[in-house]
């Protein structure tokens, strides 16, 4: 059986129960994206019986479907996708996905599924997409850290903390008083972002249930970054940041941003440190780990679908070979990668 849903508010309790795992796809947060960045959305449940099986959340806008190339051509799509540009999918699916599979190819038009692992669909292309970095936390210390890193990795972190002495840190009690002046800093990376996907209100940031640390420099935020404390798969999420690129690198800002992330983590005892899906050099000398991630994408019409098949490869993201080998007793990050796949 399957159920659709306009509004987050209205879903039933087992989605909750079944999206458990994955902090974005609570219905409380669902309702909130609603209210900050409504972009259609739609959720749509598949029941075996009485039980929840399957569901994911969607929503619709015009897109740019060549985003990994030169070109720009913007396109109406259906996003299997969370619209905050963080690297969770929105999709909850079991080992049996026909269902799922047949209710995506009978929707008109581009559907494209983000953050996919292994996962396959019949009909759908398959493709690189956008990298994460995840950091396991393996010390007790940030000492233990620093000092279990080869000297080369480690000089460089000392070298931004020096550059970074006049930084002060400092958590925003309350997110409401996230100004426009800090807004503009975000806008400011956003503009700047190699890949920009979705351009999030004011309205999130001071809403959201992100932990905001400021970066002051003499009284002035130049800077800030959003955590997710994620305990239930003990993780903490880098979300956001932003920060005045005029003074970025006298201060070394975004080497430091990363830096305090680490330490937070070990400090607070996460095992996880998800660093996100940009600056893989920059996080790897970290010694977080790239791990490969897809999309699925299909069309509904025959003949634009075999287009899409045979030319994937040009739309996929180009994954980027890293060599690093942080920690003196490790082997070399890349091997943690895994194999590159396309279908």
């Not at 920009?196 to 400021?214: D, G, M, P, V, Y």
């Not at 070990?266 to 780990?289: C, E, L, P, S, W």
Request: with cysteine; net charge neutral; proline share 2%.
């Amino acid at each position: 059986m399957y159920k659709r849903y306009e509004h987050a508010k209205d879903l039933p309790p087992e989605w909750d129960k079944l999206c458990e795992k994955n902090i974005y796809m609570s219905s409380t947060f669902l309702d909130f994206m609603e209210k900050v960045n409504p972009c259609n959305q739609s959720y749509h449940l598949f029941y075996r019986g009485d039980e929840l099986y399957s569901c994911f959340m969607m929503f619709e806008r015009r897109f740019n479907l060549f985003i990994f190339t030169k070109y720009r051509i913007q396109l109406p799509m259906k996003f299997i996708y969370l619209p905050l540009s963080v690297s969770h999918p929105s999709i909850v699916w079991s080992e049996d996905k026909t269902e799922v599979g047949n209710t995506l190819r009978r929707m008109k038009g581009i559907k494209i599924l983000i953050n996919i692992d292994k996962e396959e669909l019949k009909g759908f292309s398959k493709g690189h997409y956008l990298p994460i970095c995840i950091l396991e936390n393996q010390w007790s210390t940030w000492e233990e850290y620093i000092g279990s890193m080869r000297a080369s990795y480690r000089r460089r972190i000392h070298q931004a903390l020096e550059k970074g002495q006049k930084i002060d840190y400092c958590i925003l009690e309350n997110n409401q008083d996230f100004t426009d002046e800090m807004y503009g800093l975000y806008v400011q990376v956003f503009d700047h972002s190699e890949y920009s996907l979705e351009k999030l209100t004011a309205a999130f940031f001071r809403n959201t249930i992100a932990k905001t640390i400021l970066l002051n420099i003499d009284g002035k935020t130049e800077a800030f970054l959003q955590l997710i404390e994620d305990r239930q798969n003990d993780m903490l999420i880098f979300e956001f940041c932003g920060y005045n690129y005029a003074i970025a690198h006298e201060y070394d800002i975004y080497y430091n941003m990363l830096a305090y992330i680490a330490r937070y983590a070990i400090d607070h005892n996460f095992r996880y440190v998800q660093f996100g899906q940009t600056a893989y050099d920059a996080k790897m000398k970290f010694g977080a780990k790239m791990f490969y991630n897809y999309y699925l994408l299909n069309h509904s019409n025959r003949f634009l679908n075999f287009l899409i098949k045979k030319y994937n490869h040009f739309l996929q993201y180009k994954v980027k070979d890293y060599h690093f080998n942080v920690f003196k007793d490790g082997v070399d990050i890349e091997d943690h990668a895994g194999k590159a796949q396309t279908t």
